[in-house]
């Protein structure tokens, strides 16, 4: 799914260092370190790092759909997702700040990376909705 014309995009390099941090914090911050089996956990914690492991992935993927896609309706759609996307991960911090994660210095770190996304999305999906 990683083509050179991707990896070339600020945007899509911005996607894949957040899915990196979120799911290094993830790990951090699950009590559960088996990332695969967090969604069946009981933990709201575990189930806040699952989410925000999911989410996190997909944005990179929404973000190769739109590039290759000759429809304006897709791009459309996935820009409009990855927005949501974008929201949700900070949901999710917000919920493991609630949860009493006592590193607020990672979860400080994760929203400057989604504060530094945003920008590079909002140049991105200028050009993309042309």
């Known amino acids: ?3 050179p014309r991707l990896n070339r995009l600020p945007v899509y390099r911005q996607a894949l260092s ?3 941090l979120s799911s290094e914090l993830a790990a951090f911050v699950s009590y559960n370190k088996d990332l695969m089996s967090l969604r069946n956990s009981l933990s709201h914690r575990d189930q806040l790092a699952d989410c925000l492991l999911t989410d996190a992935t997909l ?5 190769a ?3 290759n896609s000759s429809s304006l309706a897709i791009r459309e759609q996935r820009v409009q997702f990855i927005g949501v996307i ?8 917000k919920g493991l700040e609630m949860d009493g994660i006592r590193e607020r210095e990672y979860l400080e770190l994760l929203r400057r ?3 530094i996304f ?6 991105w999906r200028k050009s993309v909705l042309r």
Request: charged share 30%; aromatic share 6%.
């Open 113 to 115: 990376e989604v504060r």
């Open 65 to 67: 759909e739109a590039e």
């Open 18 to 20: 957040l899915r990196t």
């Open 118 to 123: 945003r920008v590079a999305f909002k140049k």
């Open 86 to 93: 974008t929201r949700n991960l900070n949901a999710y911090v």
């Open 1 to 3: 799914m990683s083509s």
């Open 59 to 63: 944005i990179p993927e929404q973000i």
